[in-house]
C-alpha cells in the first residue's frame, strides 16, 4: 500500500489535533475541577448525577424540615415541664387546703395563690415555639388559643387538629398537641374515677379517692351513685350502676352502712366515712366522663376555698369537694406527663432520623462527587502521559518530514 506524502501529513496532523483537544479537555478539567460539565461529556453519567442532584435536593429539604420539627418539640418538652412543675405546685396547696385547722381567711388566701398559678397555666398554654407560632393551638397557630372571658372563665379558641411535618420519605412527626390534649383531656392509663359529694348533702359524711381493685373489669367504665336511707344504726346505702355504652340503669339491694368501710363499685371501691342523712348520695363517675378541663376544675376548686364554711354538714362538703378535686388534678397531672413522654419520644425518633438523613446526604454528596469532579491524581497523570505522546509525535513528525531521498543520493 502506497502513502503518499500528503496522506501521510494529515494522518499525523489529525492525530496531533486530537491529542491537543484531550491535552485541552483535561486542562479544563484540572482547572475547574469538574469531570461532567455537559451531558455530551457522559451522557449515562448526566443522567445518574442529575438523579442524584434531586436526591439530595430532598435530604436537604428533610434535613431542615427535621430541624424545624425537633426545635418545636423541644419547646413544648420545655412547656409541658413547667406545666407539670405549676401543677404540682397546685397540688401542693389543695393538699394543705385540706387541713381542717384552717380558717376562712386561710383557704382564702390559697384560693388567691391558686388564681396566680391558673394564669399562670393560660400563660404556659399560649406559649409560641421560634417561629411566633402557639404550640397548643391546633391548626390556628396564629391565634391566641386561650383568652378569659367578661365573666372570668378561661375559653379555648383554637381547634383539635394536631401539625405534623414529613421528615423523611415514609415518616411524618407530630410536632405539637393542641389545648384540648393537653388542658382539657385525661390519659387512657392511669386515671382515676372521679368521687363527689351531691350538692346539698345535708349530713356529714365524706367520699374517699377511689381505689382499684381489678382494673380489667369490665364495670370500671359504668358510672355510679349511692344514695342513703335511715338513720344512726339503720343507715343503708344503695349503688346504682350505669353504663354508658348502653344506658343500661342497674340498682343494686339496699346495704347496711358502716363508717369507713369499703364499697365496691365494680373493680374499684370507696369509702364514706361521717354519718350521711337520708336523703344523701355520691358519685363515682369515670375520668374521660367528669369534668377534664383543668381551668374550669381551677375555678371550681377557687370558688369552693373562697367559701365560708360553717357547720359540720357545710366542713364535710368542703372536704368531699377537696377529695373530688384533687382527683382531678392528679388525672390531669398524668395526663400531662403522659404528653410530655410521648413529644420526649417524638424527639427520639426526629434524632434518630436526623442521623440517617446526615449519613444518606453524605453518601449522596460523595456518590455526586465521583461522578461529577474531577480525579486530580488520575486526570493529571493522564494529562502528563498524552502531553508526552503529543511531544514525541510532533517531534517524529519534524525528523521525517525533513527527510528526504536526495539526502541519500547526496
Sequence with gaps: MRISSTQYFNMNVATMSDQQAQLSQLYAEISSGVSLSTPSDNPLGAAQAVQLSATATILSQYTSNQ????????????????????????????????????????????????QSLRSQLMTLGNSTDSQGNYLFAGFQSTAQPYTTNSAGVVTYSGDTGTRAVQITDSHTVQ????????????????????????????????????SLTN??????????????????????????????????VTVGAPQAFTSGSAIALGGQSVTITGAPNAGDSFTV???????????????????T??????????????????VTSLTQLENTMNNVVTAQAAVGGREQEVQALQTV?????????????????????????????????????????????NMSLFQYLN
Excluded at 392511669?190 to 365524706?206: C, H, L, Q
Excluded at 363517675?285 to 370558688?303: W, Y
Excluded at 502528563?384 to 517531534?395: D, K, R
Design 175 to 210: 410536632t405539637a398537641d393542641n389545648g384540648i390534649a393537653i388542658f382539657s383531656s385525661v390519659a387512657s392509663i392511669g386515671t382515676s374515677a372521679v368521687p363527689a359529694a351531691t350538692a346539698g348533702n345535708s349530713g356529714t359524711g365524706v367520699i374517699s379517692g377511689v
Design 215 to 248: 382494673p380489667t373489669n369490665p364495670a370500671n367504665a359504668y358510672t355510679y351513685s349511692i344514695a342513703f336511707a335511715g338513720a344512726g344504726a339503720a343507715t343503708t346505702y344503695t349503688v346504682t350502676s350505669t353504663d354508658p355504652a348502653t344506658g343500661a
Design 357 to 401: 438523613t446526615q449519613t444518606n446526604t453524605l453518601q449522596t454528596s460523595n456518590d455526586l462527587s465521583n461522578l461529577t469532579q474531577t480525579d486530580m491524581t488520575k486526570t493529571i497523570s493522564k494529562y502528563t502521559m498524552t502531553q508526552a505522546s503529543l511531544q514525541a509525535a510532533q517531534q517524529a513528525f519534524a525528523k521525517v518530514q
Design 67 to 114: 430541624g424545624a420539627a425537633l426545635t418545636s418539640l423541644q419547646q413544648e418538652d420545655s412547656t409541658l415541664g413547667s406545666v407539670t412543675s405549676a401543677l404540682q405546685s397546685i397540688h401542693t396547696l389543695v393538699l394543705r387546703a385540706g387541713d381542717g385547722s384552717l380558717n376562712d381567711g386561710d383557704r382564702g388566701s390559697i384560693a388567691t395563690q391558686l
Design 305 to 322: 376555698l373562697q367559701t365560708p364554711v360553717s357547720g359540720a354538714a357545710a366542713t364535710a362538703s368542703f372536704q368531699s369537694a377537696m
Design 285 to 303: 363517675t369515670p375520668a374521660t366522663q367528669g369534668s377534664t378541663d383543668v381551668f374550669a376544675n381551677l375555678s371550681q376548686l377557687i370558688t
